[in-house]
């Protein structure tokens, strides 16, 4: 039988090793996932156990959590109140944009939202702890904390998009209902790999917590809104530099039947799933390079 062993260790020098060694015919990737999902799957139960002791309190911050977020689509309201459209959108286009991207966003925010503590774990030297114990750094550092109250905002993504698909009035194919979910999905796949990507960048910049979410939570914000309100250069840098549009824009767009943004080919809209498989290989290479460089704070 196939058996991993997995150390992650902080010598007296101060650098953080994280090996990893497989015997027997098991592939060692394969067997890592799994680990990572179990790992994951055990911390994240943990807190969900804690959380739901105090169901009255869970169901309180539920709600409160919803109505906050909420309170972001309002000002899209009250702004449709004064005028028909925004930037040649009606309302229920920019509710599925708000919606889409809200709900993706919303997702990765309950799985890896504690990434961004990342920081200070490093500075204050806590990340040791995770890295003397013998399962997957990730998986511990993702789940740890794990705040089910966060369901709130992937529900309020899912009020307004099921608003938005209702007063929609489109002509349904079976790509454009495929494509929605997947939509969703590789939306919520490309934000959880941003998150991992500059949880990786505070191995080297502590203290710039803030300028790594705003590609996060900026770029939800960004998102909820039709790509024609904005100047062409900011449109092709979420295009080709940070692929924010991949998350809705471009697959909105289609669903739409409007045009992609100028000097965007128009097969890019269904390059989510390429574009967030990417991401996810550039984001692990970088938390890959951001473990070896760690350094324990010697204490």
Do not use: H
Request: hydrophobic share 50%; net charge positive.
């Amino acid at each position: 039988m196939a058996e991993t062993v997995r150390t992650g260790v902080v010598d007296d020098t101060g650098p953080a090793r994280d090996s990893r060694r497989t015997y027997g015919g098991e592939p060692g990737e394969a067997r890592l996932w799994a680990d990572s999902w179990r790992t994951y799957r055990l911390v994240a139960g943990m807190w969900i156990r804690s959380t739901m002791t105090y169901r009255s309190s869970f169901a309180l911050t539920l709600v409160t959590s919803f109505c906050v977020t909420f309170f972001d689509f309002v000002v899209i309201l009250l702004m449709f109140g004064q005028v028909k459209g925004l930037g040649g959108f009606t309302f229920a286009e920019v509710a599925l944009l708000y919606g889409t991207a809200g709900t993706s966003f919303g997702i990765a925010d309950l799985t890896m939202g504690s990434m961004q503590r990342m920081g200070r774990r490093v500075r204050d030297g806590s990340l040791d702890t995770f890295l003397m114990r013998p399962a997957p750094l990730l998986a511990q550092v993702a789940a740890d904390k794990f705040a089910l109250r966060r369901l709130g905002r992937v529900t309020q993504g899912l009020f307004v998009l099921v608003w938005g698909l209702v007063l929609l009035d489109v002509d349904w194919t079976p790509v454009k209902v495929l494509l929605l979910p997947v939509t969703v999905v590789c939306g919520a796949v490309i934000f959880a790999a941003l998150m991992v990507l500059g949880a990786s960048a505070l191995f080297w910049m502590q203290d710039a917590a803030e300028v790594t979410s705003s590609f996060t939570y900026g770029g939800n914000t960004l998102l909820g809104y039709p790509p024609t309100i904005f100047a062409q250069e900011l449109v092709r840098g979420v295009v080709y530099v940070v692929p924010l549009a991949f998350v809705n824009w471009l697959p909105a767009l289609y669903v739409l039947d409007r045009p992609a943004p100028a000097g965007v080919p128009g097969w890019l809209v269904f390059a989510s799933p390429l574009v967030a498989a990417v991401c996810c290989g550039v984001a692990g290479l970088a938390w890959r390079a951001g473990i070896r460089s760690y350094r324990s704070t010697g204490s």
